[in-house]
């Protein structure tokens, strides 16, 4: 039981490139997110997905977007990288609205 | 507007020493709060989640209260580790339609041996 996975662990982007980072959980978990942690910030959510089939924006969706492959799976993609995206992605999980379990996390830099 | 803010920001303290990490929060209408332990590179890691209704709940060394009426939290961590030096972070869960959850900055702890 892995819980929560994500690919890449380090990655570096110039401005304009594109990129998807890849989460899955083994946990049978219906809700997925995606969030952004920059220092002295708290985590804030970019997008979630209560549902297989079902994404919702969250706080700051703005340069993202996100798919829902499977209930394992959900992916978050940035079409065209932006210095101000540097920062350290995590994406979580959650049976209902209970814990979230948390992935460990992608570290991106945008030059 | 909803806010969690967290305090200290950071706090060094011996190995063995208890200490408490506070946070405020005016998040509305609540739902839940948990407090998450996260060390360096890694992903935050549940330590407890409270509701309305209750007013302490343990983990271990890790204590954490809840004043629903002045919505404030406390975890607190007794006989402290070196290994407890990690960052702490208050979240705060509201009951709206959709999904609505604030996290604190995090408090800093260091244990030095």
């Known amino acids: 039981n892995a819980g929560v996975t994500q690919t890449p662990k380090f990655q570096v982007l110039k401005t304009g490139q594109s990129m998807t980072l890849q989460c899955a959980q083994d946990?049978?978990?219906?809700?997925m997110y995606w969030y952004r942690q920059d220092p002295g910030m708290g985590l804030r959510l970019i997008y979630y997905s209560a549902s297989e089939g079902t994404t919702d924006k969250g706080e700051v969706p703005n340069g993202y977007n996100v798919s829902r492959l499977n209930k394992r799976e959900f992916s978050l993609r940035l079409e065209s990288a932006a210095p101000s995206q540097t920062s350290v992605y995590f994406c979580?999980?959650?049976?209902?609205?209970?814990?979230?379990?948390f992935g460990p996390g992608t570290r991106l830099t945008v030059l | 507007k909803n806010q969690v803010e967290q305090s200290p920001q950071s706090l060094i303290i011996l190995e063995g020493k208890n200490c408490t990490l506070q946070?405020?929060?005016?998040?509305?209408?609540?739902?839940?709060l948990r407090w998450y332990k996260q060390d360096t590179g890694r992903g935050p890691v549940s330590l407890t989640i409270?509701?309305?209704?209750?007013n302490t709940k343990s983990n271990g060394r890790y204590t954490a209260t809840l004043d629903a009426d002045t919505k404030q939290s406390s975890l607190h961590i007794t006989a402290s580790q070196l290994s407890d030096s990690a960052s702490y972070i208050c979240?705060?869960?509201?009951?709206?339609?959709?999904?609505?959850?604030?996290f604190g900055a995090g408090t800093r702890l260091f244990v030095k041996a």
């Open positions: 979580a999980s959650t049976l209902g609205v209970d814990t979230q379990y």
């Open positions: 946070c405020n929060y005016t998040v509305s209408p609540f739902s839940n």
């Open positions: 946990m049978n978990h219906n809700s």
């Open positions: 979240v705060v869960s509201a009951k709206t339609g959709g999904f609505k959850t604030i």
């Open positions: 409270m509701t309305f209704s209750e």
